[in-house]
């Protein structure tokens, strides 16, 4: 696999991009930070973006089904570099608006980048490789996540904000150039006749693909339990950032998850030799509640960076074995359709969970909104756990 030139140009592209991607975010906060003071307001705005991927989701996932997905990759890359332009008018007219604008083309650009990403990782390697190749590339984007939040916190303090999307530019035009390289086999022989069948069937084809595959429904109700916490993941550590009138602890916490999420991926492949894919997934789920719980002692420093400790490592062990599930069960020819959908459902689940955070955030506070979200965790992983044994003793009766 190391010697895969496709491989590196995947995981160095996710590294620069993930050092825009983060400087962009940072920018994010502290731009609305200054112009919006409500948590809610704050959601909201956010949450234009990702309606916008939602739209275009059905046609992302059937375009990158039916064209070449590394031409999707560049088209998508192109509009998610022009896009920092309207973030940099954002700043030098001082509007809001110019940065929705914003927040809309670069979801978009991502509806259509991820699902072709995610169908690209399962041509490049052998299935064997997967679960490795999955725990680095993520790994990967978590280290550029990590240094990415500290170098945009140094810039913050020395430069004009302006500067941080500069840099967000360079970085997503260098993936762009990345992705021009990419080199790997699309099975074109079957070309002609796959675009002939996707051309006469839609996006909702994928629905009966995902209800037949049991293993791959389960897991992917599952993925929406950590997103309970990660819908709102910026809104908490602002006001965590406040409970503590720290502002320090916004990097500790952005580390200590980081760090953990990446040993979580670097040992995920050692320990689904000892344990069954649904075992991982139900124990991370219930940690992701662990932690959330332990956020009802936000105002205590050591107690908030060890609840990110544990969602870091659960959220670590999680993804990789849920995105190996996906792209071995689902057949390819719906790779793109899938991956479409569930980044629509992703999306969804994040406009509702980022909307309510900011409205309980105003509304009770962080800590007693964590506890009821810690509680909803452990309890919804209960019920697919015991729904999950009782599909298992069914067909073993069968």
């Known amino acids: 696999m190391w010697k895969n030139r496709n491989v590196w140009i995947i995981l160095t592209g996710e590294f620069i991009a993930g050092l825009g991607l983060w400087l962009g975010i940072i920018g994010n906060l502290e731009f609305m930070q ?26 992302a996932g059937k375009i990158t089904d039916q064209k070449s997905k590394k031409t999707v990759m560049l088209w998508s890359g192109l509009l998610r570099t022009v896009s ?43 299935d064997k490789d997967l679960l490795q190749l999955n725990g680095v590339h993520m790994n990967v ?13 140094i810039l913050l303090v020395i430069l004009p904000l302006s500067m941080l999307y500069y840099g967000s530019f360079v970085a997503y035009l260098g993936l762009l150039i990345l992705t021009w390289f990419l080199n790997f086999e699309e099975n074109e022989n079957k070309t002609s006749a796959r675009k002939g069948t996707n051309e006469k069937t839609s996006f909702k084809d994928v629905l009966p693909v995902v209800k037949g595959i049991p293993i791959v429904f389960m897991t992917l109700l599952m993925t929406l339990v950590p997103l309970l916490f990660l819908g709102g993941f910026n809104l908490l550590v602002i006001n965590i950032s406040e409970l503590q009138d ?33 075992k991982i997934l139900f124990c991370s789920s219930l940690l992701v509640g662990l932690s959330q719980l332990l956020l009802y002692f936000a105002d205590v420093t050591v107690v908030t960076i060890a609840a990110f400790l544990v969602f870091g490592f659960s959220v670590g062990c999680f993804f990789p074995t849920a995105s190996t599930i996906f792209q071995t069960k689902v057949p390819k020819d719906f790779h793109g359709r899938f991956f ?24 009770i506070g962080l800590q007693l909104m964590c506890v009821i979200y810690g509680v909803l965790t452990i309890f919804t992983t209960i019920i697919f756990y015991v729904k999950n044994n009782h599909m298992r003793t069914s067909k073993l009766e069968i």
């Open 34 to 59: 200054e112009k919006v003071p409500s948590d809610f307001l704050k959601s909201l705005l956010m949450a234009t973006g990702l309606v916008a991927g939602i739209v275009v989701g059905p046609n």
């Open 84 to 126: 920092v332009v309207f973030m940099l008018i954002a700043i030098a007219t001082g509007s809001v608006w110019w940065m929705v604008v914003f927040f809309v083309t670069i979801q978009i650009s991502a509806a259509f980048y991820f699902p072709a990403l995610q169908a690209t990782i399962p041509l490049i390697v052998k």
């Open 246 to 278: 720290s502002s320090a602890i916004k990097g500790w916490i952005y580390t200590a998850e980081g760090v953990s999420f990446m040993l979580g991926a670097f040992f995920i492949k050692k320990i689904s030799e000892n344990f069954s894919p649904n």
């Open 141 to 153: 984007a978590t280290l550029s996540r990590i240094i990415g939040t500290a170098v945009a916190g």
């Open 340 to 363: 479409s959908f569930r980044n629509m459902l992703d999306r969804i689940s994040f406009q509702i969970v980022l909307l309510i955070t900011g409205f309980l955030l105003d509304f």
